[in-house]
């Protein structure tokens, strides 16, 4: 609730694949370790499974309107202003970095890949975007400690650009031996990327 209005969504599965819906929701649990609160999971069904009588989707949305709204259900579109508000405050707040994952939960995460220069693992923890807490692990040759890099980076915004600038300021083959700068914060920003690129 916010200002007086409630934003409610969720997803309604009508005739989905239940083995490619299990697939999707196999994950490595020590990936990503969200202190948010905790879904509870639970089997997953589809909606047609249930229905008294058949019917395909088209049929089932317009029973859903009924069924919700009753004969109060408005349909309209919006007005070009309109449209060009709306894209106006998407441009100014939702394409925003500190909107899409600066309010994100506390959260820790581990991604692991191996490059020609060996294996490199990334522990981050992240509160209110910024990082709380890293660490690098690996089988890749270093010559010096590792501790003032990782104590640094402490504070820092959890922002690939960010994270650049303080990796520029260590000497990498000394410390990562031959694993790149580049290879280093794909590493940790392995998979939100994409997600940075879906929000664009």
């Not at 070009?80 to 500190?98: C, H, I, Q, T």
């Not at 693992?121 to 010559?143: C, H, M, N, P, Y």
């Not at 260590?170 to 790149?180: E, M, S, V």
């Amino acid at each position: 609730l916010l200002n007086g209005r409630i934003l409610h969504h969720g997803t309604l599965l009508f005739d989905t694949d239940p083995d490619m819906v299990a697939g999707a929701l196999r994950a490595d649990p020590e990936k990503f370790r969200s202190k948010s609160s905790k879904s509870v999971r639970s089997r997953v069904g589809n909606i047609r499974d249930f229905l008294r009588e058949d019917m395909d989707l088209p049929a089932f949305w317009a029973y859903l309107k009924t069924a919700l709204a009753g004969e109060g259900f408005v349909t309209g579109a919006l007005s070009p202003e309109e449209l060009e508000a709306v894209e106006a405050l998407k441009r100014s707040r939702y394409d925003a970095w500190e909107w899409n994952f600066g309010r994100s939960p506390a959260y820790d995460m581990v991604n692991k890949r191996r490059w020609d220069g060996g294996s490199l693992e990334a522990r981050v923890s992240v509160k209110e975007g910024r990082i709380t807490g890293a660490a690098f692990r690996g089988d890749f040759l270093s010559r010096c400690s590792l501790e003032p890099l990782e104590k640094e980076l402490e504070g820092v915004l959890f922002r690939r650009e960010d994270i650049a600038a303080v990796l520029e300021r260590y000497p990498l083959r000394d410390c990562f031996g031959a694993i790149t700068g580049e290879e280093i914060l794909d590493t940790m920003f392995y998979g939100q990327d994409e997600t940075e690129a879906a929000c664009d």
